[in-house]
T-cell receptor, first 119, second 117 residues
Framework: AQTVTQSQPEMSVQEAETVTLSCTYD???????LFWYKQPPSRQMILVIR??????QNATENRFSVNFQKAAKSFSLKISDSQLGDTAMYFC????????????????FGTGTLLAVQP | ETGVTQSPTHLIKTRGQQVTLRCSSQ?????VSWYQQALGQGPQFIFQ???????GRGNFPPRFSGLQFPNYSSELNVNALELDDSALYLC????????????????FGPGTRLLVL
């Protein structure tokens, strides 16, 4: 069974600074997909960034980038130029390919990291 | 384009009662997944519906059941409510992967907060 671990329950960063959130996962699959979702206090889960395991290049979306280390099963999120609106709970999530048994694209989430951006 | 919507936003029930939560998927999305998020935890997969049939289930008892309708909207039903069912229930919709694709991004609704007393 796959598991996702986020070892930092809470983090704090000053506005305009850079912060890195950690995520490790465990799987025997060779191909899979990894995601970072953001859940602000308003509750709506928003996709931040995604990475396909077969791609060696780290994904980047504006101020958000990942450091994907497949051998180490590590998938960290870097937020550059932090903004007050980045304050939220961040979840790392894992998904198996559709044909990898079960035929279900279910997401397996970590326990989350609460990020507070300080003015 | 309308996003994923859920109703109601909040609900209070007592132990032993039954509850129905509703989800309207994003336009063009034919797959709906339901997740339970207990306070301070990450979401846990309940089940997924595709073409009006259950298409995968997590580790939840049979008193958690669902439906999907021809317009792809969905319901989550929970019978014999227990105190531990208190949680945020999230619905996510996605298109079905096609043409050899192996996944599609899931888009979440705002959730329904259920409190069981």
């Amino acid at each position: 069974a796959q598991t996702v671990t986020q070892s930092q329950p809470e983090m704090s960063v000053q506005e305009a600074e850079t912060v890195t959130l950690s995520c490790t996962y465990d799987t025997s699959e060779n191909n899979y997909y990894l995601f970072w979702y953001k859940q602000p206090p308003s509750r709506q889960m928003i996709l931040v960034i995604r990475q396909e395991a077969y791609k060696q290049q780290n994904a980047t979306e504006n101020r958000f980038s990942v450091n994907f280390q497949k051998a180490a099963k590590s998938f960290s999120l870097k937020i550059s130029d932090s903004q007050l609106g980045d304050t939220a709970m961040y979840f790392c999530a894992f998904m198996k390919p559709l044909t990898s048994g079960g035929a279900t694209n279910k997401l397996i989430f970590g326990t989350g990291t609460l990020l507070a951006v300080q003015p | 384009e309308t996003g994923v919507t859920q109703s109601p936003t909040h609900l209070i029930k007592t132990r032993g009662q039954q509850v129905t939560l509703r989800c309207s998927s994003q336009s063009g999305h034919n797959t709906v997944s339901w997740y339970q998020q207990a306070l301070g935890q990450g979401p846990q997969f309940i089940f997924q519906y595709y073409r009006e049939e259950e298409n995968g289930r997590g580790n939840f008892p049979p008193r958690f059941s669902g439906l999907q309708f021809p317009n792809y909207s969905s319901e989550l039903n929970v019978n014999a409510l227990e105190l531990d069912d208190s949680a945020l229930y999230l619905c996510a919709s996605s298109p079905r992967p096609a043409g050899g694709a192996q996944w599609k991004t899931q888009y979440f609704g705002p959730g329904t907060r259920l409190l069981v007393l």
